[in-house]
């Protein structure tokens, strides 16, 4: 990558020189680059809705986007967009003035869901579940709206593993964010292209590049949220065990049926021993 001023996304410009940052950002492009292929990603000519809350997360993601495309790796179309939820205090002019800057295309779309999130959800529950539903079918609507064929979300491997333990603790399955999904109406792509990257990784690049970074206010200020609980686990587990968050990653992509005990997954029924002839049929008695 060079850091010449005309040979750089904007998104780039005044990157610091430093060893270390150049190495940060080689390996979120390479992990970003291997999520895309691994997972099948591109269509060519395609357009994706890259969703951008202002968190340092939706930043990388944008970022690394861009500079994918900016070298050809990329051959699909973007659309920056940012949904106000109407949160009171929302720096609305803050994402709009940033991407104007660096000549990102984009869209703005104001839907006060903050209003019925806290008419609908009962004094001390947490406002995420319904929250998400409803910023994700807006997002849906405006997806469709802008002719894409994907809505690209910046969720990173932390998030994917917090979510697999969540689902354990208190969902009594084993799932997590799919790096690829399609919606339930089957007309658009969900991507995660950030499926590799650290969360840490994230901050660090976002905290180097000096992007105007947004906190959400409204599940924040929520105490004893599962995933809090989740990741103040995971992160025990790190600092104890360096580098046990990347090994239980791993893991998720080395699943074995036959280890487990889902029997819609593998027939244990079925299973038979060498040279034993399985079958429940009795012969005739003479």
Same mark, same amino acid.
């Given at each position: 990558? #060079?850091?010449? +001023?005309?040979?750089?996304?904007?998104?780039?410009?005044?990157?610091? /020189?430093?060893?270390?940052?150049?190495?940060?950002? /080689?390996?979120?492009? *390479?992990?970003?680059?291997? +999520?895309?292929? *691994? $997972?099948?990603?591109?269509?060519?000519?395609?357009?994706?809705?890259?969703?951008? =809350?202002?968190?340092?997360?939706? $930043?990388?993601? #944008?970022?690394?986007?861009?500079?994918?495309?900016?070298?050809?790796?990329?051959?699909?179309?973007?659309? +920056?967009?940012?949904?106000? *939820?109407?949160?009171?205090?929302?720096?609305?002019?803050?994402?709009?003035?940033?991407?104007?800057?660096?000549?990102?295309?984009?869209?703005?779309?104001? *839907?006060?869901? $903050?209003?019925?999130?806290?008419? /609908?959800?009962?004094?001390?529950?947490?406002?995420?579940?319904?929250? =998400?539903?409803?910023?994700?079918?807006?997002? $849906?609507?405006? +997806?469709?709206?802008?002719?894409? =064929?994907?809505?690209?979300?910046?969720?990173?491997?932390?998030?994917?593993?917090?979510?697999?333990f969540m689902n354990l603790f208190h969902g009594s399955r084993l799932a997590t964010m799919p790096p690829k999904l399609v919606n339930e109406e089957g007309d658009l792509f969900v991507y995660r292209p950030l499926a590799h990257v650290a969360e840490e990784d994230c901050e660090r690049f976002a905290r180097a590049m000096e992007y105007p970074i947004i906190p959400c206010d409204l599940c924040g200020s929520q105490d004893g949220l599962q995933r809090q609980q989740v990741k103040a686990l995971l992160d025990g587990w790190e600092k104890n065990a360096p580098g046990r968050r990347q090994k239980m990653f791993r893991a998720l992509m080395n699943t074995r049926p036959s280890h487990l005990l889902d029997p819609n997954l593998f027939d244990f029924a079925g299973l038979t021993r060498a040279g034993v002839n399985n079958s429940m049929d009795i012969p005739p008695v003479d």
């Open positions: 990558m #060079l850091d010449d +001023a005309d040979d750089i996304h904007p998104l780039f410009h005044g990157a610091p /020189k430093t060893t270390e940052f150049k190495k940060l950002r /080689k390996r979120i492009v *390479q992990n970003t680059r291997e +999520a895309i292929d *691994q $997972y099948g990603m591109i269509e060519p000519g395609a357009k994706w809705l890259v969703c951008l =809350s202002g968190g340092k997360d939706s $930043y990388t993601l #944008l970022a690394v986007l861009h500079e994918l495309k900016w070298r050809g790796l990329l051959p699909v179309e973007l659309l +920056a967009c940012n949904l106000d *939820q109407g949160q009171p205090g929302f720096p609305a002019t803050v994402l709009p003035e940033f991407l104007e800057k660096m000549g990102v295309p984009h869209r703005i779309e104001y *839907q006060d869901t $903050y209003s019925i999130v806290m008419d /609908k959800v009962p004094q001390g529950r947490t406002f995420c579940a319904l929250c =998400s539903r409803l910023r994700r079918g807006n997002l $849906y609507r405006i +997806a469709r709206e802008e002719g894409c =064929s994907a809505v690209v979300l910046g969720h990173h491997r932390d998030d994917i593993l917090e979510t697999f």
